[in-house]
């Protein structure tokens, strides 16, 4: 199985809130992941499963999760 990158909008859509709330999270979230990557252009990629598996244990952050799926994530 292949790992997807993911920004944070690409997060936000499958948790179903938007791109700033996943960035105020992350930002607040001492023990959030590092990204895999770090654009020439500032945009932060994280392995898709890490990032979401890091939210499904952290229950108490506000979100519901829309898709189990792998890179094909739809709000």
Aim: glycine content about 12%; overall charge positive; aromatic content about 8%.
């Amino acid at each position: 199985m292949g790992h997807y990158l993911a920004t944070t909008g690409q997060i936000g859509r499958l948790l179903g809130v938007t791109s700033a709330r996943v960035a105020d999270l992350i930002r607040q979230a001492k023990d959030f992941p590092e990204p895999e990557v770090v654009l020439l252009n500032g945009t932060r990629l994280w392995r898709e499963d890490v990032a979401l598996k890091w939210f499904e244990d952290h229950p108490r952050r506000h979100y519901t999760r829309r898709n189990l799926g792998g890179g094909e994530g739809e709000a």
